[in-house]
């Protein structure tokens, strides 16, 4: 039923700047929240930045002041505006949907940040 669809993930020299989108089938206005995680080879899945219902916004401290998830309620879709990016940002970036109860997860989208 729900199918998240990441993209605009890519390669990019550091200090640039990528946008991710993530698009779902379902309609977000009333999902208890929509978030980006992220997994760098090696290591855990993390929280990136998140955004609830209520539009309460949580980033991770790493990317605080650089990146900004934003919500599009008409197009179900969600956005990380990723800004003067670093190679430790190197990694597979998810979208999330979260409910009560349920988390639902896209494949994915790879950003690769070069030195």
């Known amino acids: 039923q729900v199918q998240l669809v990441e993209s605009g993930g890519g390669l990019v020299q550091a200090g640039g700047s990528l946008r991710l989108s993530c698009a779902s089938s379902?309609?977000?206005?009333?999902?208890?929240?929509m978030g980006w995680y992220r997994q760098a080879p090696g290591k855990q899945r993390e929280l990136v930045a998140r955004v609830t219902r209520g539009g309460v916004t949580t980033y991770a401290d790493s990317v605080k002041d650089r990146f900004t998830i934003s919500r599009d309620n008409v197009k179900n879709t969600v956005y990380l505006q990723m800004n003067s990016l670093k190679p430790e940002d190197t990694a597979t970036y998810y979208c999330?949907?979260?409910?009560?109860?349920?988390?639902?997860w896209g494949e994915g989208t790879l950003v690769t940040v070069s030195s």
């Open positions: 999330a949907k979260e409910d009560v109860g349920m988390v639902y």
């Open positions: 379902v309609s977000i206005f009333s999902t208890y929240a």
